[in-house]
Nanobody
Framework: QVRAVESGGGLVQAGGSLRLSCAAS????????MGWFRQAPGKERELVAA????????YYADSVKGRFTIARDNAKNTVYLQMNSLKPEDTAIYYCAAAGSRDTIAPTHASEYDYWGQGTQVTVSS
């Protein structure tokens, strides 16, 4: 079992930045691919960014490419999501998730993720 706890959300003006952190505990963090999902009111949960277990492959949704960066620090059992140039449409609850995939390609489907955090709210004002 992996327990994931997100932090770093908050209220920011459009154009600003936030860095989300996800601290994982339980089974060896380095064995899991990690992803950041978000869900806005009335919308489906969507994958924002993902990183493979070895860290060599990353995925970004088109809507965040060039603005968001995912990174992992296995020594700290933590995955980060650096969010720059934030837009009001980035407003959502952001969830961290862990996938037991040992593929070199980061998993991109929610069904591939086994463990989920409780989420952290990100609100971007215009």
């Amino acid at each position: 079992q992996v327990r994931a706890v997100e932090s770093g959300g908050g209220l920011v003006q459009a154009g600003g930045s936030l860095r989300l952190s996800c601290a994982a505990s339980g089974r060896p963090f380095s064995r899991y691919a990690m992803g950041w999902f978000r869900q806005a009111p009335g919308k489906e949960r969507e994958l924002v960014a993902a990183i493979s277990w070895i860290g060599s492959n990353t995925y970004y949704a088109d809507s965040v490419k060039g603005r968001f960066t995912i990174a992992r620090d296995n020594a700290k059992n933590t995955v980060y999501l650096q969010m720059n140039s934030l837009k009001p449409e980035d407003t959502a609850i952001y969830y961290c998730a862990a996938a037991g995939s040992r593929d070199t390609i980061a998993p991109t489907h929610a069904s591939e993720y086994d463990y989920w955090g409780q989420g952290t709210q990100v609100t971007v004002s215009s």
